[in-house]
């Protein structure tokens, strides 16, 4: 059974920084680019950012750029976002997806969004102002 599994949330002070881990277990991810969504209270789910299988190519919400950044280790199946200069409004339940079918370029719509392969849990994200 395809698995994602995130870990690193947490509480942080306006600031801070995090790093996200987002584990695949179950089968061979060749192919699948993997990403980064986030749900605030209250609010619709959003593109966060997500990278290629290769990690030659990534994409990013207008209100991360400069201060996230994802990358991947093919060889562990992981994917990391790694967060600086985090602020309040970055409060939200951070999910991680998998897809090999949806270019990168369409991964912020929510009707693709909807329809991407694998999602994991979850993991809480909390910054402190």
């Known amino acids: 059974q395809v698995q994602l599994v995130e870990s690193g949330g947490g509480l942080v002070q306006a600031g801070g920084s995090l790093r996200l881990s987002c584990a695949a277990s179950?089968?061979?991810?060749?192919?699948?680019?993997m990403g980064w969504f986030r749900q605030a209270p209250g609010k619709e789910r959003e593109f966060v950012a997500a990278i290629t299988w290769s990690g030659g190519n990534t994409a990013y919400a207008d209100s991360v750029k400069g201060r996230f950044t994802i990358s991947r280790d093919k060889a562990k199946n992981t994917v990391y976002l790694q967060m600086n200069s985090l602020k309040p409004e970055d409060t939200a339940v951070y999910y991680c997806a998998a897809d090999s079918r949806w270019p990168l370029s369409t991964w912020y719509r929510g009707s693709v969004s909807s329809y991407l392969e694998v999602w994991g849990q979850g993991t809480l994200v909390t910054v402190s102002s």
């Open positions: 179950g089968r061979t991810f060749s192919n699948y680019a």
